[in-house]
């Protein structure tokens, strides 16, 4: 059986698995739909960061300029954290998953309501060295 208190063997588990973690940022409840965010982030993931940036500031998709200002985030953090070169980071992973989603209502005709569902997502954007 295992030596020591429970919190105490938690945080040492934790400070193994997080010695080797990768750079990244998170965007949490970002006005895109999760469905919009993912025909940009196809566009990107696997491409090393400077081709990356380029594929995002030409593509006219409104959520290209928010994953733009992720990636450029994502970046910072691997030069600043974890003392990585610019030249050697490469797109590993990114993923928007489903926030909550705020619900209106839109009056129409004969005293009817619609719904309109305005949708969040979480973005994520790790990066890796070659």
Known sequence: MAKGH???IKRERNEQTNSEKRPSAKLSYARIPVQKACFVLDAIRGKDVETALAVLEYNP???SGVIKKLLESAIANAENNNSMKRE???VAECYANEG???KRIRARAQGRAYRI???MSHITVVLDER
């Open 61 to 63: 998709r409104y959520a």
């Open 100 to 102: 909550p989603t705020m």
């Open 6 to 8: 429970r919190s105490k």
């Open 88 to 90: 050697n980071l490469y």
């Open 117 to 119: 569902l305005k949708r």
